[in-house]
């Protein structure tokens, strides 16, 4: 029998250990993939072409396996296919964790009760698409309400606006979800009622929606906590409450008239109003528009109201049905499942690169049509390889929505007005980096607004600009990088105060020259603000060092640019993705490594001559005349059988304005490398910047050249060992 | 189904709960791993080595492109290292860090099966007087009559007392010593 070959039976335990380690509450089976894959091979070697075949199902089951019913049923499954081979498999109890159940209780709200969960929650596509779609919806609503509170008459906008209101109201229908379709309920019957005109979209009315689409995404995500961990689902009794008064609000003035266009328009007070309306009653035959424009009324907003009333009067005619019908050709998949799909296409890429070294050295080398038929896999496969990255591209779009509402919060709270205004929202970035700098941009704009732009409007209008604040969002490509940039026409920053502050925490020295840019970057240090005083939007000295913090971990820059009295720049520039760099692969010894791009200078071959021994300064090559200390990358990381300094290759580099000369044996080419983290588990090692698959599947190390380069500097042999000792006790802690 | 967490004892280190040990060896001695702590075994593969750190670590692997680190035990405990076979086995484990879970390779000669064992075949880990650390160890456990020394592997991979008694005297290493002087 098939599986009694050893290395069936290898895999087969590989197998029974795997589901037996498997923890029951997880939907993560993918480990299991490659045990099966080296099965469904040995049972294909072995002739076995209907375990091959049951092989092939279950790991179709185990790469569906999107949640923990599937997944659990995977196991099952696998489970059955070992114990008819004669293998005996415990599985683990599938019953949630421990640690799940001991998680403490929330805090007990007067506002909020708790019901049990609806059963209809427990379809988890219907559940999935109910988070997806509310989530798309309420991130919309946000920005179409701007768009409607700077022009009331954005009819599109307001249809948008009430069908996505209508659609979260249908899907809660579906699932039970009272609470949300009774607020969604009320916010969309307000705006159907100003479609139909019987309303007018005012800014309390604008205000309460928007009050409505905040405790709607609230409610939303205690659904999906409430779901995930099979909790009751609480349920905020203040959202009924509002719910009532959007109601309220709905029933209100049932008919525009001019005159409570304009005095919800702030252009008039009633008083005015009522004055030109007596006037009418005892016998004037003039229009009230004409009457206000004669109490002082500015002409343009009395057009403006007759524009808004006749549009109004418009819009009852044509009435179109509040139908959502607008399709799309996109499908929506998990990112887990994408991440699952590049890293199984990462294997594939491997896989070939290996077969197309076996077939160049192998017997059939000369045979051109397996040559030819493995570029066309070769190529092939990259074309995957890039299709698969790119659908982890997302435009800049949500995360700017989001951003506008920031603006708008962060002016309302400080009385400042605002004009918001963004470009290059197409601009795509991967999606991980978007997410990333969600929280850096937010401080960002918060800060411009908070700081940028001057608390009063004389202030502005001293200086000869718009009441209005600009705050501008921009993102574009420039390179291989993507850059976002947030500008206000405010203050600028005061490079004066800055530096007093500086000198007066001690950080610079009283007689330090800084250049312009030297004394931008004290503002990201952590616990540095000049605010004079602290506001709950900005000024706690948090923030923007953390900005800096996770925009230099994502691989990108922050610069600020600024003119004092003109306004600030703060210019973020990023990687396109996660972690891609150009590189050059050296080979030293049987060893590989990468050396990024941006630090290589030239390389050459050295002449004996160009190697000078100095005292104290260990060995220095002349490269183009210029004397550079010369680092033996094998003596350096202790690699046997490398070349001698005459069959090898001087790579010059250069760190910080610091240069050093790097001994490799040969340089294999240049590539994009990928950057993995060498993780954790070695603690931080400084020699180098992290790992790079090579196209044969192995780990290639990436050179950090700065640590290099201080290493090469003066006692090299006592840098290396200290670098041995401060790794011990990193792993030790 | 009997599946136990091991308990922190009064002293802080964890002792050794019923469960299941996937069990291997190193040199002629048997060890256990808690089975909740194994991710994946594979098989032995090419190890980029990664200079300037000590020599238990062999370096780093790609495991379906991501880069982990793997620590040869033998090394780690101090023994003579032997030549790479077909038989010495990366068992990936979670280890927990400061930061969380990480995952990280270890290398042991062979990997022997999954063994249950119960409470009442645990002993407490030995003391052999101050001098030697064993919170490494969370206990000693028997299967079929092979006495095994179940390991805390968070504590193996993390600390400063099997680190030291690698690096600095490789000739007479605790972990070995305890083990050897069991039997």
């Known amino acids: 029998m098939w599986a ?16 037996a380690a498997r923890d029951g509450s997880t939907a993560d089976v993918s480990g299991l993939l490659g045990p099966l894959a080296e099965l469904r091979l040995a049972a294909f070697d072995a002739g076995a072409s209907d375990e091959v075949a049951r092989v092939e199902q279950l790991m179709e ?21 070992l114990a008819d081979l004669g293998v005996n498999v415990v599985l683990a109890a599938d019953e949630p964790s421990a640690i799940a159940a001991a998680e403490p209780e929330p805090e007990p709200d007067a506002d909020i009760e708790t019901i049990p969960l609806p059963a209809a929650l427990e379809d988890e596509e219907l559940l999935v698409e109910f988070l997806v779609e509310a989530d798309e919806h309420l991130t919309a609503a946000d920005t179409l309400l701007l768009h409607l509170e700077r022009d009331h008459d954005d009819i599109e906008s307001l249809h948008a606006l009430f069908r996505g209101l209508h659609t979260i109201k249908g899907l809660a229908g579906f699932l039970e979800l009272e609470a949300i379709g009774t607020l969604a309920h009320a916010a969309e019957s307000l705006l159907d009622a100003v479609r ?60 525009a008239r001019l005159g409570e266009i304009l005095v919800a328009a702030g252009a008039v007070d009633e008083q005015t109003i009522d004055a030109s309306i007596e006037q009418q009653k005892a016998g004037d035959a003039r229009p009230l528009g004409t009457l206000l424009i004669e109490k002082g009324v500015a002409a343009k907003q009395v057009a403006q109201g007759l524009r808004a009333q006749r549009l109004a009067a418009e819009r009852k005619q044509d009435e179109p049905a509040p139908s959502s019908s607008t399709t799309s050709n996109t499908i929506r998949v998990p990112v887990d499942r994408l991440d699952l799909l590049v890293d199984a296409i990462g294997e594939l890429a491997i896989a070939q690169s290996m077969l197309s070294e076996l077939a160049r050295s192998g017997l059939n080398a000369r045979s051109s049509r397996l040559q030819r038929t493995l570029a066309h896999v070769e190529r092939t496969t990259r074309e995957l390889h890039s299709l698969a990255s790119s659908m982890r591209m997302v435009p ?126 004290l503002i990201l240090r ?129 760190d910080d304005g610091q240069q050093a000369g790097l001994l490799v044996d040969e340089l294999l080419g240049q590539q994009q490398i990928v950057v993995k983290t060498l993780g954790d588990g070695l603690g931080c090692i400084d020699a180098f910047a992290g790992g790079a698959i090579l196209p044969d599947g192995r780990v290639g190390l990436i050179l950090e050249v700065g640590a290099i380069i201080r290493a090469s500097r003066g006692y090299r042999r006592a840098v290396t060992n200290s670098n041995c000792d401060t790794r011990t006790s990193e792993l030790s802690n | 189904m009997e599946r136990q967490e091991s308990q922190p004892a009064a002293g802080g280190a964890r002792v050794a709960g019923a469960g299941k040990y996937l069990t291997f060896r190193l ?27 000590p020599e238990y670590i062999r370096g780093v692997i790609n495991l379906r492109g991501k880069v982990i680190p793997v620590v040869d035990l033998r090394l780690k405990f101090g023994l003579q290292p032997t030549p790479d076979n077909d038989r010495k086995t990366i068992i990936v484990v979670d280890v927990k860090k400061p930061k969380g879970l990480v995952q990280m390779g270890v290398l042991v000669d062979l990997v022997s099966e999954v063994a249950f064992i119960a409470a009442d075949d645990i002993e407490a880990p030995p003391s052999f007087g101050d001098d030697y650390a064993t919170s490494f160890i ?26 030291s008694a690698a690096v600095h005297a490789p000739a007479q290493p605790n972990a070995n010593a305890a083990a050897s002087s069991l039997q």
């Open chain 1, 61 to 81: 089951m185990v790469a569906g396996a999107a949640d923990e019913p599937a997944a659990a049923a995977a196991v099952q499954a696998i489970a059955a296919l």
């Open chain 1, 396 to 521: 800049l779009r949500r995360a700017f929505d989001k951003l506008a509402r920031v603006a708008r919060d962060a002016a309302r709270r400080t009385g400042k007005e605002i004009d918001f205004c963004c470009h290059g929202e197409e601009t795509e970035l991967d999606k991980k980096l978007v997410e990333a700098i969600g929280d850096p941009l937010l401080h960002i704009v918060r800060n411009a607004v908070g700081h940028g732009i001057e608390p009063e409007v004389e202030q502005r209008r001293t200086a000869g600009k718009p009441d209005a604040g600009k705050v501008t969002l921009t993102a574009f490509h420039r390179g291989g990088s993507v850059f976002i940039e947030v500008s206000d026409d405010g203050r600028g920053l005061s490079r004066e105060r800055i530096l007093k502050k500086a000198r007066s925490q001690g950080i610079v020295d009283e007689n330090a020259n800084l250049s312009e840019d030297e004394i931008y970057q």
């Open chain 1, 196 to 255: 139909r005109n019987e309303r007018v979209l005012d800014g309390i009315a604008i205000d309460a929606i928007f009050t409505a689409v905040d405790k709607l995404r609230a409610m939303v995500v205690a659904v999906e906590r409430a779901a995930k961990g099979k909790t009751p689902l609480p349920v905020d009794r203040s959202a009924i409450a509002h719910a009532e008064h959007l109601r309220k609000l709905t029933a209100l003035d049932k008919k």
């Open chain 2, 27 to 53: 040199g002629e001695e048997e060890y256990g791993l808690e089975i909740l702590k194994v991710r994946e075994l594979i098989g032995l593969m090419e190890i980029t080595p990664v200079p300037m750190t």
């Open chain 2, 138 to 163: 969370l206990g000693m456990g028997k299967s079929k009559g092979v006495l095994k020394v179940l390991l805390d592997i968070d504590v193996v991979l993390g600390s400063s007392d099997v680190i």
């Open chain 1, 4 to 19: 009694d070959d050893l290395p069936v039976k290898q895999q087969l335990d590989r197998l029974a250990t795997l589901l």
């Open chain 1, 526 to 654: 952590p616990g540095f603000s000049t605010a004079p005083k602290v506001t709950d939007l900005s000024g706690r000295g948090v923030g923007l060092d953390v900005v800096k913090r996770t925009v230099d971990s994502l691989g990108g820059a922050l610069t600020i640019r600024s003119t004092e009295g003109k306004g600030s720049t703060f210019s973020l520039r990023l990687p396109l993705t996660l972690a891609v760099m150009d590189g050059m692969v050296v080979r030293i010894g049987n060893q590989r490594y990468a050396i990024p791009l941006l630090s290589m200078v030239r390389s050459v071959r050295p002449a004996r001559e160009d190697v000078h021994q100095v005292v104290g300064c260990g060995e220095l090559v002349s490269i183009r005349g210029q004397l550079v200390p010369l680092v033996r990358l094998a003596q350096l990381f202790n690699i046997r059988g490398a070349a001698g300094l005459h069959e090898g290759f001087v790579v010059q580099v250069e």
